[in-house]
C-alpha cells in the first residue's frame, strides 16, 4: 500500500507511512517525532540509546534475567546491514507505535458490534507502518544531514556519519517505499485513493521546521492519517463524523508528546535556527498542552458517541484524560530524561484507548441483546 502517511516525535520528514499506517511515513521520520531523524520516536540522545541498550539486566526476585530490546536485535544482525536497521530506527521502535496506534483505533471503531477488529487489518498496518516509519527517518536523515553533524547526539547517524551515503540512502527509500506501495494496494480503491491524498502533507511536513514553529502540527496531519485510512480499509469507505473527530483528537495528541519530545532539542534547535512549539510556548507550555488534551479528550469522546460506544470506552476515555493531567502535571520541561521518559509514556497511554475501543465493541454485543429481551418482554 502506498499511502504515504507520513513513528513520529518526527522533524524533517517525520515519517511516511504507507497504506495502513503508510499514510502517515511523513511524519513518522520524526519517529515518532525526531526532528532531526529521530528514531522512531522523535530524535533519540544519547541517553535514550542507552535505554535501549543491546541488551538489559532485570533483576527479579534475586535473579537476573536478560531481556532483549530491539537494539539487541540490530545488533546481532550482519554488520553491513546495521547501518540501514539504524536508518530506519529499527533499534528504536516508540515512532512505530505512535504511527501505528491512530490506524488501531481506527480499525477497532470501525468494526462489527460485539466483534473484535479484524487481524488481518491490524497486521497489515503493522507491517505499513515499519515500513512508511522507516522512509520517514530515512527521508528526514537525507534532508538534516548538515544539521546531525553539528549535534553530538545525532552525529552518530548512519548518514551523518558516513556509514549510509546519501545515494545508497536513495536507494533504499526507494526499497522501502516499493514494499509499502505493495502494502497498500491491499487496500480497497477508496483507501488506495486516501492514502495517496496524503502525498502532499508527506512533500511538505520536512520543511515545516524551517519556516513556522507549528512543525508539530502538519506533523500531527501526517502522522495521523491512519485515523481515516483504518476506517475505510474496513468499510470501505470513511464515516465523517467518526474520523474526523478521531483524525482531530489524534492531531492534538502529536502536538502534546511531540512538543514534550522537542523540550529535549529545545538548545540545539536554537543554535541551528531550527523551529518548534517547544521554543514558541517555552515556560507557556503547560497551559497550551492542557488546551490540546481537552480538545483530544473531547474529540474522542464525540468520535465515540458517533460509532454508538459503550461504557467501557467512556471509562478508558476516563483513564486516557488521568493520564494526559499525569502527564502534564509531572512534566519538567527542563530536564531533558523527564521529557524522553513522559514523551514514552504516550505508547501506553495509545494502547489503553485500543483496548477501550475494542472492549466497548464487544459489549455492544450483549447491550443489543439485552434490549432484544426486552423488546419481547414487552411484546
Known amino acids: 500500500m502506498f499511502t504515504v502517511k507520513l513513528n513520529g516525535p518526527l522533524r524533517a520528514v517525520r515519517s511516511i507511512s504507507f497504506g495502513p499506517c503508510v499514510s502517515h511515513l511523513s511524519a513518522l521520520s520524526r519517529c515518532s517525532v525526531d526532528q532531526r531523524g529521530g528514531a522512531g520516536a522523535p530524535g533519540v540522545h544519547s541517553r535514550t540509546a542507552s535505554l535501549l541498550s543491546a541488551r538489559r539486566l532485570a533483576v527479579t526476585g534475586g535473579r537476573r534475567a536478560f531481556v532483549v530490546s530491539a537494539a539487541a536485535v540490530v545488533n546481532m544482525a550482519p554488520p553491513g546491514v546495521q547501518p540501514y536497521l539504524r536508518l530506519m530506527r529499527m533499534d528504536k521502535p516508540i515512532g512505530t507505535w505512535l504511527l ?35 522512509a520517514g527517518c530515512t527521508i528526514n536523515d537525507m534532508w538534516d544531514r548538515d544539521f546531525d553533524r553539528k549535534v553530538s547526539r545525532t552525529a552518530s547517524r548512519p548518514i551523518a556519519a558516513g556509514d549510509v551515503s546519501q545515494l545508497q540512502a536513495l ?8 514494499l509499502g506501495l505493495g502494502v497498500l494496494l491491499c487496500l480497497n480503491y477508496y483507501s488506495m485513493a486516501l492514502g495517496a491524498a496524503s502525498l502532499s502533507l508527506v512533500l511538505l511536513y520536512p520543511l515545516m521546521k524551517r519556516v513556522t514553529y507549528w512543525p508539530q502540527l502538519f506533523l500531527g496531519l501526517a502522522f495521523n492519517w491512519g485515523a481515516l485510512l483504518g476506517w475505510s ?68 469522546g464525540l468520535a465515540g458517541v458517533n460509532a454508538e460506544q459503550t461504557l467501557p470506552y467512556y471509562l478508558t476515555l476516563a483513564c486516557v484524560a488521568a493520564h ?6 509531572a512534566l519538567d520541561i527542563q530536564r531533558p530524561e523527564a521529557c524522553w521518559n513522559t514523551f514514552v509514556s504516550n505508547r501506553n497511554l495509545g494502547l489503553l484507548l485500543f483496548l477501550g475501543i475494542v472492549t466497548g465493541n464487544l459489549w455492544k454485543e450483549r447491550r443489543e441483546t439485552l434490549l432484544q429481551d426486552e423488546e419481547l418482554q414487552t411484546s
Do not use: N
Not at 536507494?171 to 516499493?178: E, K, R
Not at 540545539?268 to 503547560?286: C, H, N, P, W, Y
Open 171 to 178: 536507494v533504499f527509500l526507494g526499497g522501502q517505499l516499493s
Open 324 to 329: 494526559l493531567g499525569h502527564q502534564i502535571y
Open 233 to 300: 480499509a474496513v468499510a470501505g469507505s470513511c464515516d465523517w463524523s467518526v474520523c474526523l473527530p478521531l483524525y482531530f483528537s489524534g492531531v492534538m495528541w502529536t502536538l502534546i508528546y511531540d512538543t514534550i519530545y522537542a523540550h529535549q532539542d529545545k538548545e540545539d534547535d536554537v543554535k541551528i535556527g531550527v523551529k518548534s512549539t517547544a521554543l514558541m510556548f517555552r515556560e507557556q507550555t503547560k497551559p497550551w498542552l492542557t488546551g490540546f488534551a481537552a480538545a483530544m479528550v473531547a474529540g474522542l
Open 100 to 134: 501505528y496506534l491512530p490506524c488501531a483505533w481506527s480499525i477497532g471503531l470501525a468494526a462489527a458490534p460485539g466483534c473484535l477488529p479484524p487481524l488481518d487489518m491490524l497486521t497489515l498496518f503493522g507491517a505499513g507502518a515499519v515500513l512508511m516509519r522507516g
